[in-house]
C-alpha cells in the first residue's frame, strides 16, 4: 500500500495534473504527500572563470518560486484534506527526484509529462522518462489531456491533407 507520496512539479499544466491525480491519491489512500520542485543546476562557467571562483556556485530560490511552491502545496493540502509538505531541491530534476525518493522512502512518485513524441521528444528528453528510469519505487506519470486531444485533431486533419 503507498503510505509516502512524491508530486514532482515544474508549475507547467501537466504538473497541475499530476498534483491533483497525487492529492487525490493522497487523500484515498490516507498517504503522506511532498510536492517537489528541482530548480536547474547553474551554467557551467569556462575555466578561467570558474578558477576565480570560491567554491562552487548554487542558484539560490527566489521568493517568487517559493511563493508558487507554496501555493501549489497549499493546493494540494486542500485537495488531499490533510497536511502537505514540499521541497525545494537543486540539480539535474530526475537525479534529485530519484535521489530524494530513495532518501525519503516514497513508495510512488507522481509526475506530470507533456506527452511529446518523436523529433520533439527526442532533442527535448522527457524527465518523466528519466524519472521512471531511476527512481527506486513506482512512479505514475499523468498529463492534463490537453496535447493528447491536440494530437488525435492533427492525425485526423492528416488523413484528408
Known amino acids: 500500500m503507498w503510505k509516502k507520496l512524491c508530486c514532482a512539479v515544474d508549475f ?3 504538473s497541475q495534473a499530476a498534483l491533483h491525480q497525487a492529492a487525490d491519491l493522497a487523500r484515498f489512500l490516507g498517504a503522506e504527500l511532498t510536492v517537489v520542485h528541482v530548480l536547474p543546476p547553474p551554467p557551467t562557467l ?4 570558474a578558477a576565480v571562483a570560491r567554491g562552487p556556485i548554487e542558484p539560490q530560490p527566489d521568493d517568487e518560486e517559493e511563493a508558487v511552491l ?3 502545496r497549499a493546493d494540494a493540502e486542500r ?3 490533510r497536511a ?3 521541497r525545494l531541491l537543486v540539480g539535474e530534476p530526475a ?3 530519484a535521489r530524494l525518493a530513495r532518501e525519503e522512502g516514497f513508495d510512488l512518485v507522481v509526475v506530470g ?3 511529446r513524441a518523436g523529433l520533439r521528444r527526442a532533442v527535448m528528453g522527457s524527465v518523466a522518462e528519466r524519472i521512471v528510469r531511476r527512481a527506486p519505487c513506482g512512479v505514475l506519470v ?3 489531456g490537453r496535447w493528447a486531444a491536440a494530437e488525435a485533431d492533427r492525425e485526423e486533419l492528416a488523413q484528408y491533407v
Open 84 to 86: 502537505v509538505a514540499s
Open 95 to 97: 537525479a534529485q527526484i
Open 70 to 72: 507554496e501555493a501549489w
Open 79 to 81: 485537495r488531499a484534506g
Open 12 to 14: 507547467g499544466d501537466p
Open 142 to 144: 499523468a498529463h492534463d
Open 113 to 115: 509529462t507533456h506527452g
Open 46 to 49: 569556462p575555466s578561467d572563470v
